[in-house]
């Protein structure tokens, strides 16, 4: 089946037998970007089945990569989403979400071992605080070494949406956005009309935006332990905080609107931050009438001092 240039083989088998049952009554789809190696891509296949991790599977296949259709008879109980042409990872996770039923998306990659899922301590996240939008894992290197993926917002000279990156320090913690979009989501959540900014060109930019206004509405990311991945190859995180046009456009969105002290939304044209400015603002007024708050008040609420970032009230 080709879809918007995505070729899907359904699953022709399921996860487990129909007298299983998962330990959870929440049920959990696996999406699984292909970017590592065979064999680790196998072995988290059979992590998830093995250990009822999941309700089904997606294995998405980037159009930069060759794909062996005798995968689907060797893993039938898998959907493979091959992608005929190129798309970013918020692209093609966006599109294979639409496709999956279950309550929760766990957004994983094959570059990165599931190493800890305690899945009714991170569902009961979801449980606990019904505006959770998403849960992002610790990341851990090759040798074993906490990345500093835990992010906070900041406002750079006034004029440019930049972050604070810290290491994580406690169980659960809030955090900006998730490290490569990985974690866990409420599906309804995730595809709420908030719209992913395709000319944003900039992954960690386009995953800012989005994260961000999920933020101003009133939703949640959480960073925590209970969730834990580790990078099976040598990889340092390294995000770029270049004054880029990605940059500049996030800046312009972030900063262009406000909210007065009645509530009422307006907005704030940053003409010296991106020249589209015009086109920043039809992408932002829409959005306007869900914002809770702003970002400047966004960021005045949160503590951006090491070690403190879980008081933002």
């Not at 390294?238 to 969105?253: A, G, M, Q, T």
């Amino acid at each position: 089946m080709l879809y918007n240039g995505v070729k899907i083989y359904p699953s022709r088998e399921n996860l487990f037998q129909s007298d299983k049952k998962t330990d959870n009554a929440h049920t959990v789809t696996a999406l699984i970007i292909h970017t590592g190696e065979d064999k680790f891509l196998f072995r988290e296949i059979n992590v998830i089945k093995e250990n009822h991790l999941a309700d089904s599977i997606f294995v998405i296949i980037p159009s930069n990569r060759q794909f062996n259709e005798e995968c689907t008879k060797d893993y039938g109980f898998v959907n493979w989403a091959v992608f005929q042409k190129e798309y970013d990872r918020v692209d093609m996770v966006v599109m294979i979400a639409k496709e999956t039923t279950q309550e929760f998306i766990m957004l994983l990659d094959s570059s990165y071992n599931i190493t800890v899922f305690d899945k009714n301590a991170v569902l009961g996240i979801f449980d606990s605080d019904e505006h959770t939008a998403c849960v992002s894992p610790y990341v851990y290197s090759n040798v074993n070494v906490v990345f500093p993926t835990c992010y906070a917002p900041k406002i750079n000279d006034g004029v440019r949406a930049d972050i604070i990156s810290v290491i994580p320090e406690y169980p659960i913690q809030n955090t900006l956005y998730p490290f490569m979009l990985l974690g866990i989501y409420k599906r309804n959540v995730f595809l709420l009309d908030v719209n992913v900014d395709s000319k944003i060109k900039d992954v960690d930019c386009r995953a800012y935006d989005f994260f961000a206004r999920l933020w101003l509405m009133g939703y949640r990311t959480y960073l925590s332990s209970f969730f834990a991945i580790q990078c099976n190859r040598e990889f340092i995180p390294i995000i770029d905080r270049s004054n880029s046009p990605s940059v500049r456009r996030l800046s312009s969105k972030l900063l262009s609107f406000y909210k007065n002290r009645g509530g009422k939304a307006g907005l704030r044209p940053f003409w010296w931050v991106n020249y589209s400015i015009i086109c920043v603002v039809k992408d932002v007024r829409p959005f306007l009438k869900n914002a809770l708050m702003d970002f400047w008040t966004l960021v005045k609420m949160w503590t951006i001092e090491p070690g403190e970032l879980n008081d933002i009230s």
